[in-house]
């Protein structure tokens, strides 16, 4: 059940159904007492889908939602900063970013930040 009502909400936040996907999230999802992971999942299908949409300036608070259930998430943080990005928050960007360049390499993910051919990607903490 709980799988469904995250693909309706991915399908809805894909389309630019943003008041759709939060209602089903609302009204369908949070009922069924889901734990934080499936919550934060659900709100970060809205940010990202939302923002890949067109609607970044609609989704920022979708965004906070995920990552406040799931801070140490980084695929979570990765969504975030590519909507602040968007809405030019730059320097909270740069601070989802830099979390998930710390996060990526512990989680098996390595290979994204590097691209063929080139250097690793590092953290400047002085930026």
Do not use: Y
Not at 68 to 92: K, M, V
Not at 103 to 111: F, K, R
């Amino acid at each position: 059940m709980v799988q469904a009502l995250l693909d309706t909400v991915r399908a809805s936040a894909r389309a630019g159904d943003i008041d759709d996907a939060t209602a089903v999230i609302n009204t369908d999802l949070l009922p069924l007492g889901p734990d934080d992971r499936q919550r934060a999942q659900a709100w970060n299908l809205v940010c990202w889908q939302g923002t890949l949409a067109g609607k970044a300036e609609m989704v920022g608070c979708a965004c906070d939602h995920a990552v406040a259930l799931a801070p140490d998430d980084g695929g979570f943080r990765d969504s975030r900063g590519i909507t602040r990005t968007i809405t030019g928050h730059f320097l909270e960007a740069i601070e989802d970013f830099r979390a998930f360049v710390t996060w990526v390499p512990s989680h098996g993910q390595g290979n994204l930040l590097k691209r063929p051919g080139s250097h690793t990607l590092s953290v400047n903490p002085q930026i």
